[in-house]
């Protein structure tokens, strides 16, 4: 052990900046004091996300105040009151529960308090403040960089004495993909695309920007986005899917380039790559939210099962609607898996961690979790492909208005 508390400074730096998942550059810095040296020099640089998906669970201090966050009809009661003890041991920190140890991490991250966060890849969140500011954080190393603000956004709603900006921060924003790792590639390389507003649009912007610019296009009414093969792919509530062309020289568009139509509107659909193809996943609810009234003893909203589709490409224009791809059901998933809710939609290889042939989803629609006496969070859950079961993982009892718990990836 000696021989390798002694090795070189440049040979450790080498080997630390080539881990790839943080994790790992945790166990490399409690080796020895020569070793955990090093990664302080690199410090901050080593922008990582986790091996396996991580549960970032609800803020803490939101937890303290069911009753606060309850009223929604006062949300700002819940900062007020959350700002009456700033110094409480733990109110400023979040805590993340991993699958692959089965422990609860809990790290000081003020900078994730009271605000909206959303997952958006590479290890990095996108948090939107009461006082509408944008970053996204990176929340093991507490790196920020700014993004445009809410109010830069172009279709903003109509906002009066009774109706004010902040009280839109939990749904304003549904959704943000990142194309790159902000600390591996320029700003103009790293690119966000962000669905907004009540119409649920689509915008874009870089680090550095001043505005969200619009994409604009035949579809609006979103459900999600992915950053696929160099390009960002979009699908709205009917099952059009679009490409995103943002250096159009006529301005930001979307081309529609496939559509599902046999499904309804108000089931939540989802784009992930897995294997090098594209595919459309369709989530479907039931409960008292969707006309069941039989189940008014259960949750007003709950998922019920999923469908599985695959983007394939048309020889000629091989479609009906002549697009140029069509869909093809997907009946297994084989050694993978897929993470999907307030998150880019992420295919996973299965472990010992992770099970086969599954879906595992978080509860990520704003819209019905606004009714909840205490928020969203209920409606997650494995969904195992081949026999169609659901069952519970660890983050279905966790609840909030602001930010239920969310896959980390």
Known sequence: MAEWATLPTDILVLIAERIDFFEDFVNLCVVCKSWQLVTSILGKSRTLPPRFPWVMLTDIAEQNYPIVTKDMDSIDMLVKEVEKNEYIEGMHNRRFYSFSTSKIYEFELPEATRKKCLGVSYGWLLTIDYDLQINILHPFTRQQIGMPPLLSFKNQPEYHEDYKPQEVVNFFVSKAVMSSNPYNTSN??????????????????????????????????????????????????????????????????????????????????????????????????????????????????????????????????????????????????????????????????????????????????????????????????????????????????????????????
């Open 188 to 409: 103009i390389d790293c690119i966000i695309v962000a669905i907004y507003g009540v119409c649920r649009i689509l915008a874009f912007a870089r680090p550095g920007d001043e505005v969200w610019t619009d994409i604009c296009g035949p579809s609006n009414y979103y459900s999600d986005v992915v950053y696929y093969k160099e390009n960002f792919y979009a699908v709205d509530y009917c099952g059009v899917v679009v490409v995103c062309d943002i250096n159009d020289v006529n301005g930001p568009k979307t081309t529609p380039v496939a559509r599902f139509s046999d499904e309804r509107a108000v089931d939540q659909k989802y784009l992930v790559e897995l294997s090098g193809f594209l595919l459309l996943v369709i989530r479907f609810r039931g409960g008292v939210d969707f006309g069941d009234e039989e189940d008014v003893d259960r949750p007003c909203y709950y998922t019920t099962g999923f469908s599985i589709f695959a983007l394939e490409e048309c020889p000629g224009d091989g479609s009906s609607n002549n697009y140029p791809y069509k869909m093809t059901k997907v009946e297994s998933l084989g050694d993978e898996s897929l993470f999907i809710g307030y998150n880019t939609s992420v295919s996973v290889l299965s472990s010992k961690y992770v099970k086969a042939n599954c879906i595992y989803f978080s509860d990520d629609d704003s819209e019905l979790s606004f009714s909840e006496p205490y928020g969203g969070g209920h409606d997650t859950g494995i969904f195992d492909v081949e026999s169609g079961s659901i069952t519970l993982h660890y983050a279905s009892k966790f609840m909030s208005h602001l930010t239920p718990p969310i896959w980390f990836i």
